[in-house]
């Protein structure tokens, strides 16, 4: 077992450790913060499994933005510290299915996937950034436009929320 | 050296029961952290003090040493020594995690940076992302440490510092992105290997500033951007003394202060670095390649060029990184505070709009002087050149 083997084992019990904390803490900001844990750990896993694009990826994206907005609720919600908060929390059934389903999705995606591939691209010297880079704009273009998108729809969206006012008349 | 690269080197050892390379590692950079990134910040402390004293037409400090010199030393032991509060209803866990977060942040990016052709802590090859992807996780620690501290004042400056880092990142990525554009490299090393002067045959195209008029404005995009980014006046807002006592570190003394007006100046310090090194072309001069220069002279049959290229180099870019620290002391002592809604104003309306229009406009410049006409370069400097008759091929 090399070093490396040891760093993504090591990241594998970060993340799920942070996972259990987040599912399971009875303090929502405790649960929200122990969330760097498992997104760092994420990161941490792509960069131990030759991904180092997608793990800076994941810190921009994740820790520096989706964490923030996650805290941002959590600390503007009322009363988080009251054992009301943590009680009507506990709705364990619905959750349970949901997650249950996509992990039976995942499983399906991972046995279904070509893994032999990958092994090539993770010991290369260049990493894969440039291979990314061509594959999002030739091969896969379309979809990552389409994902582009979305993504403004979604701006938009959010735009059009926030503004209550628009389309009436301004005071 | 890509990141897994990175990292199998930092734990090859720890198998075969011999002194581990990660260990080494964490003592080489806690001592890069104690004997850079600490004295540079304080010594920054101070000259921050002197500027501003020149501003107002005072002296500063000139008690400590001579000309005031020592004292960032008097300064550190105060903060030693001063009493660590807490306020009482603080989050603990939160309040002590966050100072750290916040210098893990504006510190491990100093991995990246290339102070000359051949000290460099980490030769990343996602090297100027790496830096920004650490900067992003700044923000949370000004958050966490603004709302654990159980304060208004502190919890209305993370809030603002953590809305306005996540604006910025947008401009400062899309200037980014364009000088990634036009050298065709995420890798540092190689981002300031190609900003070299074009000698003839070679492939440099000087510096980024220079290579097109896009970059140029970008270049000043990216700088407010940083600006913001790092809290700096005039876009302080997250420690605004007249609003908010002093924001988001408002409770916090002593050490945990520390870290944080430490980290501060890290952060100016770190933003001088990386825009130095792909706008200002890092440790590159115009007219002359350094890292071709020969001095001929050796020390037991190895040549000395590189220790001499090392010295220059390292002279040329931390020359171009006081000045835009300089530059960014002045601009606190010249420029008022902008108002939230300003900056917001300011980033959405302006910066991202024009930095859009400079990532697609460099882009266009590219492929239009490179696969259109075939050019082997699109500097300025090489179609100039060009026209004056230098490059004929």
């Keep these: ?171 | 050296m890509t990141l897994t690269n990175a990292i199998n080197e930092f734990f090859q050892l720890i198998t075969k029961f011999q002194v581990p390379f990660f260990l080494v590692s964490i003592s080489s950079a806690a001592i890069i952290i104690l004997f850079f990134a600490m004295p540079v910040s304080g010594f920054a402390t101070y000259l921050e003090r002197k500027i501003s004293a020149d501003f107002h037409e005072r002296i500063g400090p000139n008690r400590v040493g001579p000309w005031g010199l020592l004292q960032l030393i008097v300064d550190g032991i105060k903060m030693f020594l001063k009493e660590d509060t807490v306020t009482k209803n603080a989050d603990r866990v939160v309040y002590n995690l966050a100072p750290s977060l916040v210098t893990l942040g504006s510190l491990g990016a100093f991995a990246v940076i290339p102070f000359s052709a051949y000290i460099i802590g980490a030769n990343l090859n996602i090297g100027i992302f790496w830096a920004m992807a650490l900067g992003s996780v700044v923000s949370l620690g000004v958050l966490l440490g603004a709302w654990s501290s159980d304060n208004k004042w502190s919890l209305l400056g993370g809030m603002r510092g953590a809305a306005q880092i996540i604006s910025y990142e947008i401009p400062l990525g899309l200037s980014v992105l364009s000088v990634v554009v036009v050298s065709g490299t995420l890798n540092m090393h190689e981002l300031v290997a190609t900003q070299a002067w074009p000698t003839l045959g070679g492939k440099g195209h000087f510096w980024n500033i220079f290579h097109n008029p896009f970059l140029f404005i970008n270049f000043f995009v990216y700088f407010i951007a940083a600006l913001a980014e790092c809290n700096r006046t005039p876009f302080d807002l997250p420690e605004a003394e007249s609003e908010l006592v002093s924001g988001f570190n408002t409770e916090f003394s002593g050490m945990r202060f520390g870290l944080y007006a430490l980290a501060e100046f890290a952060d100016v310090i770190l933003f001088a670095c990386i825009s130095s090194s792909i706008f200002l072309g890092g440790w590159q001069l115009p007219f002359v390649d350094l890292s071709l220069l020969h001095f001929g002279m050796s020390l037991g049959g190895k040549s000395l060029d590189p220790v001499f290229q090392t010295a220059l180099m390292m002279g040329v870019f931390l020359a171009k990184a006081s000045v835009i620290v300089f530059v960014v002391m002045w601009l606190r002592w010249t420029l008022p505070r902008l108002r939230v809604d300003q900056l917001m104003n300011m980033c959405w309306k302006y910066l991202i709009p024009i930095s859009f229009v400079c990532v697609v406009g460099a882009a266009i410049w590219v492929w239009f002087f490179e696969a259109i006409l075939g050019w082997p370069s699109s500097s300025m400097v090489h179609i100039v050149g060009r026209m004056l008759g230098v490059y004929s091929s």
């Design chain 1, 1 to 171: 077992m090399s070093g490396l083997d040891l760093f993504v084992l090591a990241m594998f019990a970060l993340g799920i450790a942070g996972a259990f904390f987040t599912a399971f803490h009875p303090n929502i900001l405790y649960a929200s913060i122990s969330l760097i844990a498992t997104l760092g750990a994420v990161a941490g896993l792509y960069a131990g499994l030759g991904a180092d694009f997608l793990a800076a990826t994941q810190l921009i994206i994740y820790v520096g933005g989706i964490l923030i907005v996650i805290l941002f609720a959590v600390m503007m919600s009322e009363n988080i510290y009251k054992k009301r908060f943590a009680a009507e929390a506990k709705k364990y059934i619905l959750p349970s299915i949901v997650s249950i389903g996509l992990l039976a999705l995942l499983f399906k995606l991972l046995f279904s996937a070509d893994w032999g591939e990958l092994s090539e691209i993770s010991q290369s010297q260049d990493g894969v950034t440039l291979q990314m880079g061509q594959a999002l704009s030739r091969p896969y273009a379309l979809p990552f436009q389409y994902v582009a998108i979305v993504l403004l729809f979604g701006l938009i969206g959010a735009v059009v929320i926030a503004r209550p006012h628009i389309g009436k008349k301004r005071k």
